[in-house]
């Protein structure tokens, strides 16, 4: 994914004004915020979805590319803050090979700082003038990553926890902002609202095949070290869609009785892993991934030539591909 | 405060109809969201803001009712937001005589749940058009309040805390939204510059008279019984003005040793409360608070006439004779 953006010299750019305008615009009189600010800012990130704003806004000539670019800082933005409130609440240690800012700092201060960036997503907004419906798509987007996570986190430990419930949930957390993030590149370069809608459906089903992809990294066959992420998202009740399939399988009683042990020990998770791979379930998992990387692909066929059709071609191969 | 609107019916009615388009605005389809939204909104709470940016409004003749009411009831979901979350950092078991967001749910359902409604916010607003102006007021004002949090958090148990500090976090988390809501009530009735920086500049002081008076609260003479809340703050590290001025009095050693105390217990801090109410502290806080209200008196009085200045002239010293 690293040394994609060098086919693509004009995004490559614009990406980094992107985060060095992050950079500056959360600076703030405060010497101890602009300390931790820049520390969050050391890592960067992949920046996916800022780059689908301007891939989005690729579709039709225009002359907005200052105010584009503001929003793809703003939606940046948006990610960091719900990445800092995700890590209080899964007490993450980790995040982008440093310390999560929940763990350097306290979770109190976590709790405002993600706050204060949300704040800052419509301080960014205020720059320019965005229509009440731009306004409206990025807090509908916003309210959909907070009812997802809501939902996530009132389903722990449910070993009941339905197919459908799992989609409503990285709906939300993720597919919803890849969504917003192309549909409103393209709302603000000026496409119709019928190229808008194709936008935010692909993003959607881009976003939905990636988070499924995700919830496969650590299951995939190719890795025999199991990640400690998986070993704590099944001790804190999390459970993805291979876990799902599983106790869904004739033979779950197993792994029901070690999910529901209050005490669960590594060991048990390694069992638990064990059960989930034999299960058939990460083959069953990986061909929904594959409906959904199929309908994100059709839908891009389905778009005029144009810039956007280009790249995304060529990039949604490579990001649904996650070994990364 | 419960029947003082009762002297303003006009007022008392368009509170009452944000009241109920709160309860409506957070409805979802998510029956378990809507559950703990009506579990919120069953107490309700002063409605102080709202009622600001309405009064805010009163200075000029205008059409914009609906937008006027609308952006109360944004105001209002912020303020909701921000409680949810300092019921979080402080751990706080109560919130208006019942259980608090984070004690009957989670910390994990109030962090997210708190999003929702910032986000709620701007999805209010999009239903109006306000200007880029307004839309930088709000998010300012929202930021300031987290700052102002997070600085309070910065400096627990920090026994060298300067006034100067503490009055910037009260000024953050406090009197930065009063300010906002009466200075937007006056610019959305279109009021000049002038007068909306007036209109702020009432709303800082009385929103700093405010805060210092309920810091003062659970120490005022009259009151033999100290709050659950006092001695939860000092234990906790949370120093308000009586415990700063305390901490730069002369006597202080004995002060700082007790607070110092990595393992405080209650007797300890009744003892500490006993040193504060005797150092003169109070009266020095009192003098403070005075001056703010003193300075909101004056700002009042310099309004030209019309409905806000009565009401304001009637309200705040009400408001600020504080054993509520």
Redesign the interface.
């Known amino acids: 994914m690293n040394n994609f953006w060098s086919k693509y010299p004009d995004i490559q750019i614009q990406l980094n004004d992107i985060k060095s305008n992050l950079s500056e615009f959360h600076k703030?009189g405060?010497k101890?915020?602009t300390e931790s600010f820049d520390y969050l800012m050391q890592t960067g990130g992949k920046m996916l979805r800022p780059a689908f704003v301007l891939i989005g806004a690729l579709m039709k000539e225009h002359d907005e590319h200052e105010k584009i670019s503001n929003a793809a800082v703003a939606i940046e933005t948006l990610h960091m803050a719900?990445l800092i409130?995700d890590d209080?609440?899964d007490d993450a240690k980790m995040r982008r090979n440093q310390l999560s800012i929940q763990a350097k700092y306290?979770k109190?201060?976590a709790?405002?700082?993600?706050?204060?960036l949300?704040?800052?997503?419509?301080?960014i907004?205020?720059?320019?003038?965005y229509t009440?419906?731009n306004?409206?798509d990025?807090?509908?987007g916003?309210?959909k990553i907070?009812?997802g996570?809501?939902?996530q986190?009132?389903l722990r430990y449910h070993n009941d926890v339905s197919t459908k419930d799992y989609l409503k949930i990285i709906a939300g957390k993720t597919a919803a902002l890849f969504a917003v993030s192309l549909g409103l590149g393209g709302h603000l370069a000026g496409v119709s609202e019928k190229d808008a809608k194709n936008l935010g459906r692909i993003g959607y089903n881009v976003g939905m095949a990636f988070q499924i992809k995700d919830d496969l990294l650590d299951y995939s066959s190719k890795n025999n070290v199991v990640g400690k992420d998986t070993l704590s998202d099944l001790a804190n009740g999390y459970y993805t869609l291979p876990v799902i399939y599983a106790l869904k399988a004739e033979s779950s009683n197993n792994l029901i009785k070690i999910l529901d042990d209050q005490d669960i020990k590594e060991e048990d998770v390694m069992k638990a892993i064990h059960i989930i791979k034999n299960s058939g379930s990460i083959q069953k998992t990986e061909a929904l991934a594959d409906r959904y990387t199929k309908r994100a692909m059709k839908a891009i066929e389905d778009l005029p030539s144009c810039r956007t059709k280009d790249i995304l071609r060529d990039l949604v191969p490579i990001l649904l591909d996650r070994k990364h």
Chains 1, 2 share one sequence.
Do not use: P, Q, W
Not at 125 to 129: C, V
């Open positions: 703030t405060e101890y915020l719900t409130h209080i609440i306290s109190e201060y709790v405002y700082m993600g706050d204060y949300f704040t800052r997503v419509f301080m907004l205020a720059k320019y003038d009440r419906e306004l409206y990025i807090s509908k916003i309210s907070c009812i996570e809501m939902m986190n009132r």
